[in-house]
């Protein structure tokens, strides 16, 4: 095997690929996070929330210049901490805003994987 032609990445051809999570390259990693919902305090589901949502805010804070539309991505994520703070949130718009932020920064992973964190504590604890 000629080692020039080693692939360090996937190659799909004639199908589809479809993982919960992958990890590519050299040192790469990929984790899933998973929620024993039933078993945690409602304080604890919504401080589970809000630490993913601070991990978001960190993550843009650090990787905005990397964005085509960092404003729109923060006005957005604002959106979201603001309906998380009420006393009773609207899912739908929570999972609305962050599906649009979720398409938008798809290009810059650390963010990417912080919004979908966000949205999988959502989703499960809410």
């Known amino acids: 095997m000629d080692t020039s032609d080693t692939n360090k990445g996937i190659q799909v051809s004639g ?3 479809n993982a919960d999570n992958v990890a590519v390259g050299d040192s ?3 984790y899933k996070t998973v929620y024993a919902a039933d078993k945690m305090s ?3 589901k919504w401080q589970e929330i809000h630490e993913k949502l601070d991990e978001l805010e960190k993550a843009l ?3 905005a210049a990397s964005l085509n539309n960092p404003d729109e991505v923060r006005s957005s994520t604002a959106v979201v901490a603001e309906e998380l703070s ?3 949130p609207n899912k739908l718009t929570i999972t609305s805003v962050l599906n649009g932020i979720a398409d938008s920064v ?3 992973t ?4 912080a919004v979908e ?3 999988n504590a959502i989703t499960i604890l809410m």
């Open 61 to 63: 804070n650090a990787h």
């Open 15 to 17: 199908g589809t690929f």
């Open 86 to 88: 009420k006393d009773k």
């Open 110 to 113: 650390v963010i990417a994987v």
């Open 28 to 30: 790469a990693k990929a």
């Open 117 to 119: 964190a966000l949205r």
């Open 42 to 44: 409602e304080q604890e």
């Open 106 to 108: 798809k290009s810059v």
